[in-house]
């Protein structure tokens, strides 16, 4: 949704080097929706770095799913 548009004002003059290209970056797009995120978001990366970064990003109330978010947030 947010590719094909960026893509058509390029302007190719053939219709299949477009749609190569298309494929291409929603390939790209869902690789790193599939195998980059989930390891971002496994790493916990709060409690192993001390950057002010990391701290201004990922910044909450709880690290990590633990007996204080259940009582707090969980069912």
């Given at each position: 949704?947010?590719v094909?548009p960026?893509?058509s004002?390029?302007?190719?003059?053939?219709?299949?080097n477009e749609?190569r290209?298309?494929s291409?970056t929603?390939?790209?797009?869902?690789c790193v929706d599939?195998i980059?995120?989930?390891?971002?978001?496994?790493?916990?990366?709060?409690?192993?770095t001390?950057?002010?970064?990391s701290?201004s990003?990922?910044?909450?109330?709880?690290?990590?799913?633990?007996?204080?978010?259940?009582?707090d947030?969980?069912f």
């Amino acid at each position: 949704m947010l590719v094909a548009p960026i893509i058509s004002l390029i302007g190719y003059h053939v219709h299949t080097n477009e749609t190569r290209v298309i494929s291409f970056t929603i390939f790209c797009c869902l690789c790193v929706d599939m195998i980059i995120l989930p390891l971002f978001i496994g790493m916990n990366i709060v409690e192993h770095t001390d950057t002010k970064l990391s701290k201004s990003l990922f910044k909450g109330k709880y690290t990590d799913f633990n007996g204080t978010w259940f009582a707090d947030v969980g069912f």
